[in-house]
């Protein structure tokens, strides 16, 4: 098979701020483009996704090479959303189908409610709940049981050590290593990973996510599941049991929307495309492809 075409490029978006994106394949005159949000996290790990289709990764305001985010009020789901839209547009887009995962689930959802025209199917794994309680803290919960002392121990370290300051990047790989190693079975799969989140101008890993942390704080104690049930767009769910996310909330999206499939997979965390790659992009291609 030929090699794709590949793209990179800024598009600009509110609060003067502006989104990193990648592309592969001919976006021009394609029928449908699969988006993904979280470049920084998936898109290295991502090669074998629905090779015969056009594919965007992007990452949002805050995170990888997208603008940081140096105010609390340019922080939130709804703008998430409006620069959604903004990227579709200045891209050409037409119709999209969605793969979100984690807290980007609830991102593709939310785009889709607000623009069910431009959306043709949603593959959401692992997603953040519709609704808060009682599964945020049950969240809180399992990812602390998860969490490695060890890991948390060499974090501290560091910065004790003034390795913050000194090798930035260092750092910011332990501080993520704790949510790496929270977030699989096996760790030995982590080895397989060649995406970081380790990048400017998003590198201090501690303002990343401590900015994570009160984005989902802003929703407050949210509910949606009004305005989603009998929601009709496609929906493939995807949840490993092992997940530090809690599975009942996706059950929950499962419950709600009208055209949904439900795929639970044991001994499988947050990260099943590194943890059974070959099960998850079989699945992942059938549904998007």
Same mark, same amino acid.
């Given at each position: ?31 449908? +483009? ?9 898109? %290295? ?22 603008? *940081?985010? !140096?105010?609390?009020? @340019? $922080?939130?789901?709804? %703008? ?10 200045? $891209?050409?887009?037409? /119709? ?7 807290? @980007?689930?609830?991102? *593709? ?5 607000? =623009?069910?025209?431009?959306?043709? /199917? ?46 930035? =990047? /260092?750092?910011?790989?332990?501080? =993520? ?27 201090? *890993?501690?303002? +990343?996510?401590?900015?994570? #942390?009160? $984005?989902?704080?802003?929703?407050? &104690? ?6 989603? #049930?009998?929601? &009709?767009? &496609?929906?493939?769910?995807? @949840?490993?049991?092992?997940? &530090? ?8 999206? =499962?419950?709600? !929307? ?11 965390? @947050? ?10 992009? *079989? $699945? ?6």
């Amino acid at each position: 098979m030929a090699e794709l075409p590949t793209k990179s490029g800024r598009i600009a978006v509110g609060d003067g701020l502006e989104l990193y994106y990648e592309s592969r394949g001919v976006l021009d005159g394609a029928e449908t +483009v699969v988006v993904v949000p979280s470049l920084s996290w998936l898109a %290295k790990d991502m090669d074998a996704l629905v090779p015969e289709r056009a594919v965007v990764f992007y990452d949002i305001r805050g995170r990888g090479r997208s603008s *940081a985010i !140096l105010e609390d009020d @340019h $922080l939130g789901l709804e %703008k998430d959303v409006e620069d959604l839209e903004l990227l579709r547009a200045g $891209l050409g887009i037409e /119709r999209m189908a969605l793969l979100g995962w984690s807290y @980007h689930g609830a991102l *593709a959802a939310r785009y889709a409610l607000a =623009h069910p025209e431009r959306v043709e /199917r949603m593959l959401l794994v692992g997603p953040t709940a519709p609704a808060e309680s009682p599964y945020w803290m049950d969240f809180l919960e399992r990812f602390g049981r998860r969490c490695k002392v060890s890991a948390l121990r060499e974090v501290e370290d560091l910065k004790r050590a003034g390795v913050k300051e000194s090798d930035p =990047h /260092r750092y910011a790989e332990a501080v =993520h290593r704790v949510f790496f190693l929270a977030y699989v079975t096996d760790p030995a799969v982590l080895d397989t990973m060649r995406s970081s989140p380790c990048v400017e101008p998003n590198l201090d *890993a501690d303002r +990343v996510n401590d900015q994570g #942390r009160r $984005l989902l704080e802003k929703l407050g &104690p949210y509910d949606w599941r009004e305005e989603f #049930r009998g929601f &009709p767009v &496609p929906t493939l769910l995807l @949840h490993g049991l092992e997940d &530090p996310v809690e599975p009942e909330g996706t059950k929950l999206w =499962h419950e709600l !929307l009208a055209d949904s499939r439900l795929e639970l997979w044991d001994g499988v965390g @947050h990260m099943p495309w590194l943890e059974v790659p070959e099960r998850f992009f *079989a $699945l992942a291609n059938e549904f998007l492809g």
